[in-house]
């Protein structure tokens, strides 16, 4: 029994060196063992590559208030000199965002920001880069789904650098805004605080086309606002005395109350009122000045 035992220990050895011999010996003479092989192999495919493809710049498409909405990987780059922008294939699904985007925010409008050099601007036409990069990529943008008026520019001058290819990858920007109530808020400042003027040299008064038009305007607004009041103040400039100009200024204010009374507009909301030379805009020591005091404000509220 001892004679077998010590038949396999020597079996063993030889074979656990016969294994050894195969894989430091064999293989770095002859480079044919498969399992070393398999190592070499994956070395090989571990290779050093640019971080900056492989992981492009974040877009991200953020509203007016930059908040954040979607995010892409890719970048628009722009070339020096040039109004063709290099855009990168992963922001293909930056089409269908935007198009889902405005068509469950029909008041909102896509604004994209083109920045440009001082240096490019042509001096023919005034036309900058940035207007034209602007176009050409909200003509990439556009489809039969998304109307055009919906896709704005708006350019920046601004300072930065090209890298040594030529290309720059943060000139363009992309955000959501509110254009409609943007519009709404506006169009109530117009209304609610109005300032007219007209040509005084007589005691009579015409409406001009301006004052017919703001008529239009103030209905409409006190067709939703029927508890508002409407405030007309009449204000001169300096020459005469301080009565007659109040005076003056109170009579010009009753021309207007009486005309919005003659386009239906309930006499009860108007009240007139003068502040003659009191509160000037402008230096009465001028015709310029003279001219903007001379002048009829409206406040609504």
Not at 176 to 185: G, Y
Request: charged share 25%; aromatic share 12%.
């Amino acid at each position: 029994m001892s004679k077998f035992l010590q038949a396999f220990v020597v079996f063993l050895s030889w074979s656990l060196f016969a294994i050894l011999f195969h894989f430091y010996i064999s293989d770095s003479l002859f480079g044919n063992c498969s399992f070393n092989h398999q190592i070499k192999s994956n070395k090989t495919e571990i290779q050093p590559n640019n971080f900056a493809e492989n992981n492009p710049e974040l877009l991200k498409v953020t509203n007016d208030k930059g908040i954040s909405l979607f995010e892409i990987n890719g970048s628009f780059k722009i070339k020096k000199n040039s109004i063709d922008v290099v855009i990168d294939s992963s922001l293909n699904s930056l089409k269908d965002s935007v198009t889902l985007y405005l068509k469950n925010n029909p008041s909102h409008s896509l604004i994209i920001v083109s920045n440009y050099l001082n240096d490019e601007v042509n001096t023919t036409t005034g036309v900058n880069l940035g207007q034209q990069r602007g176009d050409f990529i909200k003509n990439w943008l556009m489809n039969s789904e998304v109307a055009e008026d919906r896709i704005l520019i708006e350019t920046q001058l601004t300072d930065y650098k090209f890298d040594e290819k030529g290309y720059f990858n943060q000139a363009i920007s992309l955000y959501f805004k509110d254009l409609v109530a943007l519009k709404a808020s506006v169009a109530t400042d117009v209304v609610t605080k109005k300032t007219l003027r007209f040509s005084f040299g007589n005691q009579s008064f015409r409406p001009t086309p301006e004052l017919i038009e703001y008529v239009i305007e103030l209905k409409s607004y006190l067709g939703q606002y029927p508890n508002k009041k409407i405030y007309v103040t009449g204000h001169t400039d300096s020459e005469g005395d301080v009565t007659y100009n109040y005076n003056i200024g109170l009579q010009r204010a009753q021309f207007v109350k009486d005309f919005l009374i003659s386009q239906e507009i309930e006499a009860y909301k108007i009240v007139s009122s003068s502040k003659g030379e009191l509160e000037p805009v402008a230096d009465n020591s001028t015709k310029e000045g003279k001219s903007l005091n001379r002048r009829i404000e409206i406040i609504i509220k």
